[in-house]
């Protein structure tokens, strides 16, 4: 079982990057998927959720309008699609995926991270 990500960089303010996280040894289909990101010296924080019914996608205020978590079935992968980065968007970006919990859980399997950083 093997979650591992793609993506980020650098990037100017008002940019886009896409995020992947792909899976093997599992289908990324029956689990929830979570997106996750951390600044130096700071707690982790969740920023989208992909459900495992419908495939839907919650996601914190500060990103909702700009990210876009989804999944893509035949590449057993999930993405999460940045419009519209803001410095404050800085971090490193993981994706953690579990059956219920959308990696919040101790059974959860998480990508390695990937650095995005926004500036001019």
């Known amino acids: 079982v093997r979650v591992a990500q793609t993506g980020g960089g650098l990037v100017q303010p008002g940019g886009s990057l896409t995020l992947s996280c792909a899976a093997s040894?599992?289908?990324?289909?029956?689990?929830?998927v979570g997106w996750f990101r951390q600044v130096p010296g700071k707690q982790r924080e969740g920023v989208s959720c992909?459900?495992?019914?419908?495939?839907?996608?919650t996601y914190i205020d500060s990103v909702k309008g700009r990210f876009t978590a989804s999944r893509d079935h035949a590449k057993n992968a999930a993405f999460l699609q940045m419009n519209n980065l803001k410095p404050e968007d800085t971090a490193v970006y993981y994706c953690?995926?579990?059956?219920?919990?959308?990696?919040?859980?101790?059974?959860?399997?998480w990508g390695q991270g990937t650095q995005v950083t926004v500036a001019s």
């Open positions: 953690a995926v579990d059956h219920t919990t959308c990696g919040m859980g101790p059974q959860a399997y």
């Open positions: 040894g599992f289908r990324l289909d029956a689990v929830t």
């Open positions: 992909i459900k495992t019914d419908d495939g839907s996608a």
